[in-house]
């Protein structure tokens, strides 16, 4: 097999009807090449979404000449290979009709043997706008969506959010997305390969059922494996059959994969080979962890659980919701995913649910994810809608597009489960979808997740579960959202408003969706907001706001919790906290009941362009005070507070594959730093345990102006390591009578780290870091500081910085500074 990649800056695009060509680049899209050009503004800044929005309402022309590369020439058999078309695209080669696309989720193939020259090929692909197609289509028959996109999405097979959601903007994108090449050959080559584990008594046979395209007698085919080590196993050449043929290699002292935070990650690389007299025809190469994966439900006191195994060890699933990290896709490089990835690990998750609102992310996220041991739960692409799955076309269509990324993805240590779709069913049962005239909609729904679609993933991959809907009940329309089996999403308070104490009346069996918005990080405000721009109800603030009246409800809680802040940095900095302090609250809680809940997933990790919204991490990847809180409550040894005044309880969970023992320290202060009361007790904990420690009563303590004057400090310690430590109070932080913290600090430099040495003379409540200019990540942030308790920090600084001007850069902020003059 030879191959000619077609991709790069020969390419040129122009509007349809206009006459000069313009230089493109492949992969590539119309937004990033005209902005490139200078021929529209940045659509991330200001309104400038709605500036740009002709761009995805007008027809595109992409062409290219080429020579075929010698090595392909001759060649019996020579195919154009789209591996990404965005999305309807018609195409010529040559003047000469080649075929039509209309789904950017699938891998396009046409035979060009006939119509190639050796030079002078004109490729011609031509785009026609997703925008006036929907509205075309749904003009004929109205198909209910989200309110903040454009209408009708769901008729094409594009990412639902590229026509906008309730975070994201509307510019759906257009162009060729993904790899285009020539491929050629004069005899067979391999097909579908499907590698499959057979563990067993602590062994691991490694299969690979081959397929052949063009089958020839005098074809033989190799399985080659290198260990993480090197050391290298190779089954003896199978001669192949008409109907393909399975290879099999027992592995060596076989290395499990586990998921972040329960082991290694290591990774063996797989070659299969298509050889006829030992000259290799094909290839075709695969990185595997070797593990075993189960959703294990069982009838359990609740109902029934829902808990993810590994290698036979049941675990909490610690993770949030991941988006397409880019409204337009082309522009992520592999830095940028591995810096989102790291992220995500750094912070102790074990699983991403890569959400179906999105597309089905390319090779190297899933290569990150093997590496960085982060699961995925993989949704397929249909989200919050009503889809046309009565038309056999539109079914056909989805047939071939769940097929090619069932069989590319299957053999991926990172994959955990199969999911239809997102919150479809919730929509059908609440959402008022239920209507007469849309009985067979629903029927048609019922049929494809239900049955047809269960049916091509047991067909495709038995090795993965297949879940219908996220939520859901498994009990078709009844009780989606339910608590006895299944998963849930929980939205009641941010959209119900409820105040965070609500996240402890719910024991779901898997929480894969619960969230809060915040305001992004100051420096990532300036990339869209002018100064002047600086306020939560300004035109372009609500321009960057997509969920109907989100500041508005991040103001209330905010207020709910905190005083008013003196101006919009305080805003900032208090959406940030207030978003931290609420998503804590939920998973320490579902973390002290771990024997009934078995992982949660928060809305959302990422950002796919500068915005309020539910993310840790924002466009840029900087990390919001969520993102430091998620460090700590899903760290494997979490120390927590049920607060409860006058009650105070304490709560040990582990996470970790081993038993441990240590110590709790607790103490009752006032503000100031005086010493009420105290005690420590000595803690033993079993493996992937929740470990009650004690309940304290302070009633006789407390009083009407006392409780403002009050805090209570837990920690655990290891020897003579405190490993963490939680604070929690008598009344809202808004009541509490704070007083200036005076945090002093020290700075040291050791090679590029930066050290950081703080004390307080009174309590900093959530204190946060940071240096002017630079983007880093402290070792903790966003925490609180009890009087007289010197805490220290790290960070890296960039290259080039000195001790002089990180302290110069060095910036403190807690709450008290939020209120204060």
Known sequence: MQKQSLSGSSWQFRQTGTTAWLPAQVPGGVHTDLLALGQIPDPF?????????????????????????????????????????????????N?????????????????????????????????????????????????????????????????????????????????????????????????EIHLRQLHQNGGVLLQAQVQ?????????????????????????????????????????????????????????????????????????QFQVGLRQIELRQEPDEWGKSFTFVVNGQPFFAKGADWIPADSFPTRLTEETLEGLLRSTVQTHQNMLRVWGGGFYEDERFYDLCDRYGILIWQDFVFSCSIYPLDDPAFLQNLHIEAQENLRRLRHRASLAVWCGNNEMEQGWVEWGWEKPELQDLKAAYDQFFHHTLKEWCNAEDPDHAYWASSPSSDTPFQNPNGQSQGDAHYWDVWHGRKPF?????????????????????????????????????????????????????????????????????????LSMVLQAEGIRYGVEHWRRHTNRVSGTLYWQLNDCWPVASWSSLDYFGRWKALHYAARRFYAPLLLSIEDAPPHQSLYLSSDLMQDWSGTVRWKLITLAGESLDAGEKTVQIARNDVLAIESLDFSPRLTDDSRRELAFVAELWQGETCLSRQVAFFAPTKHLSLQNPQIASSLSLQGDVLSIQLSAQSLARLVECSLSGADVVFSDNYFDLPPHTPVTLTASLPAGWTLQKAQEAFRLRSVYETFTP
């Open 45 to 93: 800044v200001g309104d400038n979404e709605k500036r740009v929005a002709w761009v995805a309402e007008s027809d595109w022309e992409y062409r290219l000449s080429f020579s075929v590369a010698p090595a392909l020439a001759g060649r019996k058999q020579i195919w154009l290979v789209c591996d990404g078309l965005d999305t309807l695209a018609s195409l010529q080669l």
């Open 95 to 191: 003047g000469k009709p080649l075929g039509s696309a209309d789904n950017m989720f699938r891998q396009y193939r046409f035979n060009v043997t006939s119509l190639l020259q050796a030079e002078d090929n004109e490729l011609s692909i031509q785009f026609a706008s997703p925008v006036q197609h929907i509205r075309q289509k749904q003009a004929i028959r109205p198909l209910a969506g989200v309110p903040q996109a454009i209408p009708g999405g769901s008729h094409l097979r594009k990412a639902p959010c590229h026509f906008g959601w309730d975070w994201g903007p509307q510019l759906p994108p257009i162009g060729i997305w993904k790899d285009l090449r020539l491929e050629a050959s004069d005899t067979a080559r391999l097909g």
């Open 212 to 284: 052949v395209e063009g089958w020839e007698e005098s074809l033989t085919a190799l399985l080659h494996l290198t260990h993480p080590n090197g050391v290298e196993q190779t089954q003896s050449a199978a001669l192949l059959t008409p109907d393909g043929n399975t290879l099999s290699i027992a592995v060596a002292s076989p290395q499990l994969w586990w998921p972040n935070g329960m082991g290694a990650q290591p990774l063996y690389q797989v070659r299969v080979l298509l050889q006829r007299a030992e000259k290799t025809e094909d290839e075709k």
């Open 501 to 573: 104490t609500a996240y402890r009346n719910q024991y779901p069996r898997f929480m894969s969706e619960f969230g809060f918005q915040a305001l992004p990080p100051l420096e990532t405000i300036r990339t869209f907001a002018e100064e002047a721009d600086w306020n939560m109800t300004s035109y372009i603030m609500e321009q960057h706001q997509k969920n109907a009246s989100g500041n508005s409800l991040i103001v209330g809680q905010m207020l709910d919790t905190f005083r008013l802040p003196k101006d919009f940095e305080s805003l900032v900095y």
